[in-house]
Every structure is written in C-alpha cells, then in structure tokens.
C-alpha cells in the first residue's frame, strides 16, 4: 500500500459527460501529479500541483481541468468525454515539488474510465 | 506522448533465471526510476538512482544509472513467480518533476 487513494475505483459512463476523480496524497507529501495510462500511449503525465498551486503541465487536453485543495487532496475534471478518453487514471505524491533530487513518486491504485 | 525506449517488450524465462532489460533516451535525465505494475494496479516503486554511473540494490534488483545520462538498465536475479508483472523505467528531466515513462517491458515466470 503506497499510502495515496484514488476514489473511485471504476467508473462507467457515456460519451459527452463529466466526471470527477479524486486524489489523497500520503501523509506529508505536498505535491500531486496525475498521469493517463492507455494502451497505445502508455504512462503519460497530465499535471502536477505543489501545494495548493499548479506547477506543471503535460499532455492535457483543454477539456480536462484539476485542482488540489488545502487538505493536499485532488481532483482531476473530466468533461465533455469521448470514447478516447478511456482509459486508467493515475495519481501520484511526492514530499517536494521543487524540481529536485530525491523525490520519489508514490502511485495510488487508479481509476478506470470507461466512456461509452 | 513521449515514452522512452524499454527493451525487450515481453521476456518468457523459467523461474530462477536472471532477467536483464534497458531503457534509454534521446535526452538526460536527473533521476532514473524503475516500477513495477501488476494487472489493474498502480505502479510500485522499486528503485530510484539519483547519479551517473550509479548502482544501487533492492534485494534481487539491481539497477544502474547511465553514465551518459541517457540509460538505465535493471536486473532481477534469481527470478520467482511473483516477479511477474510489467516493468517500467522512467526518468525525471531536468528543471521538473513529472516522469517520462518507458513502454514497458512483460516479464512472465514459469515455474
């Protein structure tokens, strides 16, 4: 067990919709990263947020948004879906967020997305 | 989406072998890192390397950081069935956080 929580653990839902995915981080960590693993692109990195602020962005798509509250924890906004958005959802924790060494990333179990 | 180069794809050993696979990239990373991922799961951390020419253990795991910067290899002795899974390495570029992850290498053990 990482220590990070992703609720919730599937989710199934149709083309055009929102949904909501939610992030705790281990216990002192301050940064949050959320990564989309597909078959075809693998593992790739959306966003990361230290602190409350975000600090860097990857591959996400406009219609995608995220946020991490004063508790640490996260959320990542999915709307206006599409079948391509399927896919497993991943969060991550590390202590820091400053671009440095010895900051290992922690995975939470994921959630999967299935848009019909 | 960027993925680095991880090879082999998919390794088909008999349990108690040593297994060896490689990952390598067009560009430097600070930190090289190895996870493994079991079906529906998230992946686990196994190793992390922090510096060129670096060697570090975990157990049977041994992994290396390149002295280019630009690859890393892990080796896993003495495979057991619970070794199976799927191993990714990924590498943390300069000035950032986020990984850039490998595509993964399959490892199956039969007994």
């Known amino acids: 067990d990482s220590g990070v929580t992703q609720t919730p653990k599937h989710l199934i839902t149709a083309t055009g919709q929102r949904v909501t995915l939610r992030c705790s981080p281990r216990?002192?960590?301050?940064?949050v990263y959320w990564y989309q693993q597909s078959l075809d692109q693998g593992l790739q990195f959306l966003i990361q947020?230290?602190?409350?602020?975000?600090?860097a962005k990857g591959n996400i798509l406009e219609r995608f948004s995220a946020q991490q509250f004063p508790d640490l924890h996260s959320e990542l906004n999915l709307s206006s879906l599409e079948l391509g958005d399927s896919a497993l959802y991943f969060c991550?924790?590390?202590?820091?967020?400053?671009?440095?060494?010895?900051?290992?990333?922690?995975f939470g179990p994921g959630t999967r997305l299935t848009v019909l | 989406g960027q993925q680095l180069n991880q090879s082999p794809q998919s390794m088909f050993i008999q349990e108690g072998e040593d297994v060896s696979m490689n990952c390598t990239s067009s560009?430097?990373?600070?930190?090289w890192l190895w996870y493994k991922q079991d079906p529906g799961e998230g992946p686990v951390l196994l190793i992390a390397?922090?510096?060129?020419?670096e060697l570090t253990s975990n157990g049977r795991l041994t992994a290396q950081f390149g002295i280019t910067r630009k690859d890393s290899f892990l080796n896993i002795s003495a495979s057991i069935p619970s070794d199976v899974g799927i191993y990714f390495c990924?590498?943390?570029?300069?000035?950032?956080?986020?990984?850039?992850f490998g595509t993964g290498t399959r490892l199956q053990v039969f007994p």
């Open positions: 560009s430097i990373f600070n930190t």
């Open positions: 390397l922090y510096k060129a020419g």
């Open positions: 947020y230290y602190n409350g602020e975000e600090r």
């Open positions: 991550a924790s590390s202590v820091l967020g400053t671009s440095g060494l010895y900051n290992e990333q922690f």
């Open positions: 990924a590498g943390q570029p300069y000035n950032t956080d986020k990984l850039i």
């Open positions: 216990s002192g960590d301050l940064s």
